[in-house]
Every structure is written in C-alpha cells, then in structure tokens.
C-alpha cells in the first residue's frame, strides 16, 4: 500500500479501494455524509515566506479574508455528493439526505458526528487550499487543492476505503506572477481553478476508492 504524506506530515492518505466483500454489503445500507472542517484558506504573497512564523500568520489572515469576502466555499461537500452517488447508483447503498459536520479527521470523531442509524460514514475534507507559490524569485502563482475522502464502518470503526488528490502541477493550472489576476472580481479566477482541481480530485479519488 503506498502511503501519501501531506501538509509536512500532518495527514496521512493510504489508498484502499472498497472490496468486492463489502461492496456487496452497501446494498441498503444508510450511509451518512460527514464533512471534515477544512483548515484555513491560505494567500501566500510575494515576501511572505521570508517573514518565518509571522509569514505563516500572514498568509493564513489573507486567506481567510480573501475568503470570506469573496464567498469562497469548501468543495468538500460537492466531492462527497459525487461519491455517494456512485455508492447509491453502483452499490446501492441509501445516502441519507442530512449532511453533518466534524471538528476533525478523528474516527470517533466523524462517527459521532453521523446520524443515529448510519451504518457507514462517508468522510470528506478539505486538506489544503491556497494561492501559492514555489519561493524563488519570479515563481508564479497558482490555485492548489487537496482533500481525502475516507469510508468508515461505523460498528467496527475500520475504514474499509480510502482515497485522495495529492496533485502535481501539469501545465493546465493556470499560472501568473501577478497576484491580483486571482483576487480580482471576487476571486473568480480562484472559484474557477478551484472547480478544475476539484473535478480532477473527484476522479482520482474516485478511481483509488471505489475504482472506475
């Protein structure tokens, strides 16, 4: 199994692809939508990076403003739609139709955060979304996104399918030196490459949980 650390460390994505054995399962089974909080909306400008811990400070209160005034979304919620209509279409599991939310990444956590009578939980989280850039002089700026999606049964608390977009650049993010292509007319441009990195995420998280 090939293991993909994230955030210097601080997650950890194993790819395990649901199995035949419990596939056969789902069927009528209520799976519950659970979403991770996402952690902070990053906005590395040009400097930051040079500032130390302050940097970090001030990449995080970027962010969050540019997020919160621009109406920025967590696509988490859409990735977890997307997979619970292949549970329900393929498998047959029933998706039930309230969507919760967890403080964190922790099994028992995203378990208690189901409805009663869920017998699986669908775990979706934001890992990581930004404006970044590599810190060199002249490095452009681009939209990066990561997230995990995890499958969690919820009488044993195994996760029995996990999957996630660790993503490298391909050359068809878009890419500018100039920060304020990004922000400008309420982060478009971030809401429409979030959107492409989300639709790439979806596939190969897709592919690595429940294949296909």
């Given at each position: 199994m090939v293991a993909a650390a994230?955030?210097?460390?601080?997650?950890?994505?194993?790819?395990?692809?649901?199995?035949?054995?419990?596939?056969?399962?789902?069927r009528g089974q209520p799976v519950a939508i659970v979403i991770?909080?996402?952690?902070?909306?990053?906005?590395m400008k040009r400097g930051d990076v040079a500032l130390g811990p302050l940097g970090i400070v001030l990449m995080a209160e970027?962010?969050?403003?540019?997020?919160?005034?621009?109406?920025i979304q967590d696509p988490a919620s859409d990735i977890?739609?997307?997979?619970?209509?292949v549970l329900a279409g393929r498998h047959g599991a029933v998706m039930l139709p309230d969507?919760?939310?967890?403080?964190?990444?922790?099994?028992?956590?995203?378990?208690?955060?189901?409805?009663?009578g869920a017998r699986y939980v669908l775990a979706v989280?934001?890992?990581?979304?930004?404006?970044?850039?590599?810190?060199?002089?002249?490095?452009p700026y681009n939209v990066q996104y990561l997230a995990r999606a995890r499958l969690v049964d919820v009488r044993t608390s195994a996760v029995v399918a996990e999957g996630g977009c660790l993503?490298?650049?391909?050359?068809?993010?878009?890419?500018?030196?100039?920060y304020a292509r990004f922000t400008a007319n309420d982060a478009e441009l971030v809401k429409t490459e979030l959107a492409r990195r989300v639709d790439r995420c979806l596939h190969v998280i897709q592919r690595d949980m429940l294949g296909g």
């Open positions: 994230l955030l210097a460390g601080c997650t950890i994505i194993e790819p395990s692809q649901l199995t035949e054995a419990v596939a056969a399962q789902l991770q909080a996402p952690p902070t909306f990053g906005a970027q962010g969050e403003r540019l997020r919160k005034q621009s109406g977890a739609t997307a997979l619970g209509d969507v919760s939310r967890a403080r964190d990444d922790g099994i028992a956590t995203l378990v208690a955060a189901a409805p009663p989280g934001t890992l990581q979304w930004a404006i970044a850039r590599i810190p060199v002089p002249h490095a993503q490298m650049p391909d050359g068809t993010e878009v890419e500018s030196e100039d």
